[in-house]
Protein backbone atom coordinates (compact mmCIF):
# COMPACT_ATOMS: atom_id res chain seq x y z
CA UNK A 1 0.00 0.00 0.00
CA UNK A 2 1.32 3.41 -0.71
CA UNK A 3 1.06 6.61 1.57
CA UNK A 4 0.84 9.79 1.42
CA UNK A 5 3.21 12.34 3.37
CA UNK A 6 0.24 12.95 5.67
CA UNK A 7 0.57 8.79 6.60
CA UNK A 8 4.33 8.26 6.71
CA UNK A 9 5.68 7.85 10.41
CA UNK A 10 8.24 10.30 11.63
CA UNK A 11 10.16 9.78 15.03
CA UNK A 12 9.77 12.60 16.59
CA UNK A 13 13.51 13.57 18.63
CA UNK A 14 11.55 14.88 21.45
CA UNK A 15 10.26 10.94 22.09
CA UNK A 16 11.80 7.86 22.60
CA UNK A 17 13.43 6.67 19.40
CA UNK A 18 11.77 3.51 18.96
CA UNK A 19 8.14 5.46 19.64
CA UNK A 20 7.15 6.63 16.31
CA UNK A 21 3.72 8.03 15.31
CA UNK A 22 1.59 8.92 12.03
CA UNK A 23 1.41 12.80 11.81
CA UNK A 24 -1.71 14.65 10.46
CA UNK A 25 -1.62 17.32 7.84
CA UNK A 26 -2.15 20.30 10.54
CA UNK A 27 0.93 18.86 12.29
CA UNK A 28 2.93 18.73 9.12
CA UNK A 29 2.24 22.43 8.40
CA UNK A 30 5.06 23.94 10.47
CA UNK A 31 7.50 21.61 8.95
CA UNK A 32 6.49 22.65 5.27
CA UNK A 33 6.06 26.36 5.90
CA UNK A 34 9.76 26.45 7.42
CA UNK A 35 11.48 23.96 4.55
CA UNK A 36 9.73 26.41 2.18
CA UNK A 37 11.51 29.61 4.36
CA UNK A 38 14.85 27.69 4.09
CA UNK A 39 14.20 27.45 0.64
CA UNK A 40 13.55 30.95 0.33
CA UNK A 41 16.43 31.95 1.78
CA UNK A 42 18.96 29.72 0.64
CA UNK A 43 18.11 31.27 -3.08
CA UNK A 44 18.28 34.49 -1.58
CA UNK A 45 21.40 33.79 -0.25
CA UNK A 46 23.19 32.45 -3.67
CA UNK A 47 21.55 35.67 -5.43
CA UNK A 48 23.40 37.77 -2.69
CA UNK A 49 26.88 35.95 -3.69
CA UNK A 50 25.80 36.49 -7.33
CA UNK A 51 25.47 39.81 -6.46
CA UNK A 52 28.83 40.11 -4.29
CA UNK A 53 30.78 38.86 -7.10
CA UNK A 54 29.28 41.58 -9.73
CA UNK A 55 30.97 44.02 -6.49
CA UNK A 56 33.85 42.56 -6.60
CA UNK A 57 34.49 42.90 -10.52
CA UNK A 58 33.45 46.79 -9.74
CA UNK A 59 36.67 46.77 -7.08
CA UNK A 60 39.07 44.97 -9.46
CA UNK A 61 38.31 47.24 -12.22
CA UNK A 62 38.63 50.05 -9.82
CA UNK A 63 42.04 48.59 -9.28
CA UNK A 64 43.04 48.35 -12.55
CA UNK A 65 41.56 52.32 -13.18
CA UNK A 66 44.23 53.36 -10.15
CA UNK A 67 47.30 51.36 -11.82
CA UNK A 68 47.22 53.63 -15.14
CA UNK A 69 46.51 56.82 -12.92
CA UNK A 70 49.30 55.53 -11.49
CA UNK A 71 51.25 55.19 -14.82
CA UNK A 72 49.70 58.85 -15.92
CA UNK A 73 51.41 60.44 -13.09
CA UNK A 74 54.94 59.18 -13.40
CA UNK A 75 54.59 59.86 -17.01
CA UNK A 76 55.24 63.93 -17.28
CA UNK A 77 54.31 64.09 -20.61
CA UNK A 78 50.74 62.85 -19.92
CA UNK A 79 48.22 66.15 -20.24
CA UNK A 80 46.87 67.15 -17.10
CA UNK A 81 43.75 67.30 -18.59
CA UNK A 82 43.77 63.20 -19.10
CA UNK A 83 45.26 62.41 -15.36
CA UNK A 84 41.32 64.75 -14.33
CA UNK A 85 39.37 62.96 -16.54
CA UNK A 86 40.55 59.52 -15.83
CA UNK A 87 40.45 60.68 -11.80
CA UNK A 88 36.71 61.67 -13.05
CA UNK A 89 36.25 58.33 -14.27
CA UNK A 90 37.44 56.87 -11.01
CA UNK A 91 35.45 58.68 -9.14
CA UNK A 92 32.02 57.41 -11.04
CA UNK A 93 33.65 53.71 -10.67
CA UNK A 94 34.41 54.15 -6.86
CA UNK A 95 30.19 55.51 -6.76
CA UNK A 96 29.16 52.87 -8.54
CA UNK A 97 30.93 50.09 -6.09
CA UNK A 98 30.04 51.75 -3.13
CA UNK A 99 26.43 51.56 -3.61
CA UNK A 100 26.72 47.86 -5.04
CA UNK A 101 28.50 46.67 -1.87
CA UNK A 102 25.81 48.36 0.48
CA UNK A 103 23.35 47.06 -1.64
CA UNK A 104 25.14 43.75 -1.18
CA UNK A 105 25.86 44.15 2.31
CA UNK A 106 22.26 44.94 3.23
CA UNK A 107 20.52 41.79 0.79
CA UNK A 108 23.13 39.04 3.05
CA UNK A 109 22.24 40.95 6.17
CA UNK A 110 18.56 40.36 5.45
CA UNK A 111 19.02 36.82 4.26
CA UNK A 112 20.99 36.22 7.73
CA UNK A 113 18.05 37.79 9.59
CA UNK A 114 15.64 35.68 8.04
CA UNK A 115 17.48 32.32 8.83
CA UNK A 116 17.87 33.79 12.12
CA UNK A 117 13.88 34.09 12.37
CA UNK A 118 13.47 30.38 10.95
CA UNK A 119 15.93 29.19 13.82
CA UNK A 120 13.53 30.84 16.12
CA UNK A 121 10.62 28.88 14.83
CA UNK A 122 12.29 25.38 14.83
Do not use: W
Not at 54 to 78: H, I, N, P
Amino acid sequence: MHRTLDEEPVCLPYRSASRCQLLSSDDLAPIHGTSSSLGNGIQNYGSAIRRSTGTADVGAQFAEEAKVLCTYLMDQGTPIESVRNHISRMRSLAKDAHQKAVDTSAEIRAVRESFHQVSKVV
